[in-house]
């Protein structure tokens, strides 16, 4: 079992950033890939990026692409989302999940096994 812990999220005008953190509470969360999903009032959780278990291979929505970097730390059991030039659109609960396969690096949500209660990013025009 893995625990998943966000934080990070706030209230931002446009254009700022915020750097989300999702700690695990497992050391086999380093042999996991793992992602970001969002999902705001009304709409279906959507991918956000992802990151395969050693750091090396990342994937992103193209909606993100360019101003949303996806790392890890194996280390510190940790993965971050740094989100810059942030939109009123990027407004939602972002999700941290783990996916225990080593062979895949997933973009849907139910591929996912462990999910961590969410955190708000609120960006105001």
């Known amino acids: 079992q893995v625990l998943l812990v966000e934080s990070g999220g706030g209230l931002v005008q446009a254009g700022a950033s915020l750097r989300l953190s999702c700690a695990a509470s497992?050391?086999?969360?380093?042999?996991?890939?793992a992602g970001w999903f969002r999902q705001a009032p009304g709409e279906e959780r959507e991918f956000v990026a992802a990151?395969?278990?050693?750091?090396?291979?990342?994937y992103y929505a193209d909606s993100v692409k360019g101003r949303f970097t996806i790392s890890r730390d194996n280390a510190e059991n940790t993965v971050y989302l740094q989100m810059d030039s942030l939109k009123p659109e990027d407004t939602a609960v972002y999700y941290c999940?783990?996916?225990?396969?080593?062979?895949?690096?997933?973009?849907?949500?139910?591929?996912?096994?462990?999910w961590g209660q969410g955190t708000q990013v609120t960006v105001s025009s």
């Open positions: 999940a783990a996916d225990a396969s080593r062979l895949r690096v997933a973009v849907r949500a139910v591929e996912y096994d462990y």
């Open positions: 497992a050391r086999t969360f380093s042999h996991y890939a």
């Open positions: 990151i395969d278990w050693s750091g090396s291979n990342t």
